[in-house]
Structure formats: C-alpha cells, structure tokens
T-cell receptor, first 115, second 116 residues
Framework: AQSVTQLDSQVPVFEEAPVELRCNYS??????LFWYVQYPNQGLQLLLK??????LVKGINGFEAEFNKSQTSFHLRKPSVHISDTAEYFC?????????????FGQGTTLQVKP | DTGVSQDPRHKITKRGQNVTFRCDPI?????LYWYRQTLGQGPEFLTY????????KSRLLSDRFSAERPKGSFSTLEIQRTEQGDSAMYLC??????????????FGEGSWLTVV
C-alpha cells in the first residue's frame, strides 16, 4: 500500500519570498510522483511530475520539485512566490505496478501568499 | 482538447433523494476515474474504467453508489438515497493507459454535492 504525508497543513509566506512545500511518501513498490494545485472551487491542475531520469523536475508557473529516493521525499519549491500562487497544493503518488494510474493523495498544503 | 467536463457543477438535494453526475473525459482518453473530496482533505479514489469496463472499486463506494461508462466515452455516477455524509466534491478525471504518459491524470472542475 502507498501513503503520502504532507508535513505542513498551512504555509504562510510573503510575496516574492521563496517557499518549500514538503511531501514524504511510503510505498513498497516504485511510484510515479506528482504535484497538483487546486484553486478555490476548482478541480486539480497538474504542476509537475516525476517519472524517471533527472531528480530535479521543473513544472509550470515557476515551480520545481526534487525527488529524493533515500528520503522518500518529493518537496515542491518556488524561488519567488506571487499572490496568485495562493491555493491548495497536493502531492500524489501512483504505483508502477498494475499500471492502473490510480493516484493516492496527501492531505494538502494551503499556501497563503501575503502582500 | 476541451478538457474533462462535469455536470452539474453544483447540486443541492434533500436527504434520501437520488442524484446523478455526468463526466465527459478528454476525447482520446480511454481511462476514466472518479474521486471524492471533502473539505480540507485530499481527493480519495472511488473507481476507474478502462473503456467501458469498471476495473476497480474502492471500499468507499458503498452499495448506494453506482458508476457506469456504457460506451466507453462519458460516465455517470449515481448516488441513491443520499445521506448528509455524501456531501463532497466529486471529481472526474481521465488519462491514457500508456506507461510513457506516466499515468498522468487530468481532472475536471468537479461537481459539488450538498445534502440537506
């Protein structure tokens, strides 16, 4: 079975400051890793994904994430945030085995960007 | 590519009534997923289809819930005899089944259900 833990439920940060949203996962099999963003009353939008290869993955809106296999982590970072980045962020994993594509999500982290 | 569309976006119903949600996936996607999301939580997997075949159902999907995808295109999720605990956002998503896509799933805007 797989599980995802997002270590911070809320992250307040000032505009133009850097931010890191932390994600750890547990799995007995290899997984794909994802970050999604959800704006109020909307569905989820894919930010970035790790499939294989380089452990540093770049996504949309200036976000990037680094896969660390030994620490089973996939933290999301942005060097300078904007007010418009205020949203809910979800880390998710999808196991290789079975190729179902099913996603297991963390609880989410609310990013609050203050002016 | 028009994205995944869901209808209705919002539904308020009285306890005990039946409700049905519809999802139209991205046209070339043969996989379709249903998730449920309650306030302050991440989405939880309910079920998924490969073409018209329902291949997996979560234990969260009680007997009151039924999902169909009769022609392998759009899907419906019906909840019978709704309960207040069914209040949530129901998310539909779709993907291809190729490993090269990394099983990337694209979500719709969601259908909010409020049971009063």
């Amino acid at each position: 079975a797989q599980s995802v833990t997002q270590l911070d439920s809320q992250v307040p940060v000032f505009e133009e400051a850097p931010v890191e949203l932390r994600c750890n996962y547990s799995s007995s099999v290899s997984v794909y890793l994802f970050w999604y963003v959800q704006y109020p009353n909307q569905g989820l939008q894919l930010l970035l994904k790790y499939l294989s290869g380089s452990t540093l993955v770049k996504g949309i809106n200036g976000f990037e994430a680094e896969f660390n296999k030994s620490q089973t982590s996939f933290h999301l970072r942005k060097p300078s945030v904007h007010i418009s980045d205020t949203a809910e962020y979800f880390c998710a994993v999808s196991p290789f085995s079975g190729n179902t594509g099913k996603l297991i999500f963390g609880q989410g982290t609310t990013l609050q960007v203050k002016p | 590519d028009t994205g995944v569309s869901q209808d209705p976006r919002h539904k308020i119903t009285k306890r005990g009534q039946n409700v049905t949600f519809r999802c139209d996936p991205i046209s070339e996607h043969n996989r379709l997923y249903w998730y449920r999301q309650t306030l302050g939580q991440g989405p939880e997997f309910l079920t998924y289809f490969q073409n018209e075949a329902q291949l997996e159902k979560s234990r969260l999907l009680s007997d009151r819930f039924s999902a169909e995808r009769p022609k392998g295109s759009f899907s419906t999720l019906e909840i019978q005899r709704t309960e207040q605990g069914d209040s949530a956002m129901y998310l539909c998503a779709s993907s291809t089944d190729g490993r090269s896509s990394g099983n990337t799933i694209y979500f719709g805007e969601g259908s909010w259900l409020t049971v009063v």
